[in-house]
């Protein structure tokens, strides 16, 4: 069976690799912004999930082409601070706000996740949850944070933070599984692709001896 990744996240490629998947990667093109606008009083939770089911969803007709029993992952990651969920701050001057925000405080990153499978072309079985880690932040000083915002890495990623990267470096502590702060939580994912009759095993490949 064909595992497929529906992001263009290298953190969750790299979280799947090292958990014995070796996945193939198909980007969603999806309107985020929309989607979060089409559902103003959606419980963060549930957001996120609607974005984790609207990329998988988008990448099925291509997947299905080559790969009929294909089962399709989206995931979509975003952080709650302050009762608001933010994204991808996509720029230096929103990154260091949202640090303001974030430095000394905490915060709980929520990753939505969909899985589709496929039975001859079309969607078989779905299943689809998120979870959630809560975040402790350190309080990075002006020429860290600087530095930080130089190196483009919290441009790009939701919460304007890494626990794998960079922004390691200016994360105290966590409540919950690690994975799910990088973008893909192992043990939801287990249980999701359980709820579609996939075992973790039957994807795992030839380990390097």
């Not at 989206?74 to 430095?103: F, N, Q, Y």
């Not at 702060?181 to 994912?189: A, Y």
Request: net charge negative; charged share 25%.
């Amino acid at each position: 069976m064909r595992l497929v990744l529906a992001s263009a996240s290298p953190a969750r490629l790299s979280v799947l690799r090292a958990a014995g998947a070796d996945p193939l990667v198909e980007i969603a093109d999806v309107d985020e912004d929309a989607l979060l606008a089409a559902q103003p009083d959606a419980d963060p939770g549930d957001a996120v999930t609607v974005l984790a089911a609207a990329k998988a969803a988008a990448v099925v007709e291509r997947v299905a082409i080559e790969h009929p029993d294909a089962v399709v992952v989206g995931c979509d990651s975003m952080l709650r601070i302050d009762g608001e969920l933010v994204g991808k701050p996509h720029d230096p001057d929103t990154a260091r706000r949202r640090w303001k925000t974030m430095a000394g405080r905490t915060g709980e990153l929520l990753t939505g996740h969909a899985v589709l499978r496929l039975d001859g072309g079309t969607v078989a079985r779905r299943a689809q949850a998120h979870a959630g880690t809560t975040v402790r932040f350190a309080e990075p000083d002006h020429a860290e944070l600087e530095a930080y915002l130089a190196s483009g890495e919290p441009l790009a990623v939701a919460g304007a933070f890494t626990l794998d990267g960079l922004g390691g470096w200016f994360v105290e502590s966590i409540d919950g599984h690690p994975s799910n702060v990088i973008g893909i939580s192992l043990p939801l994912l287990r249980r999701l692709l359980g709820e579609v009759g996939v075992g973790v095993v039957d994807l795992w490949g030839p380990r390097p001896v």
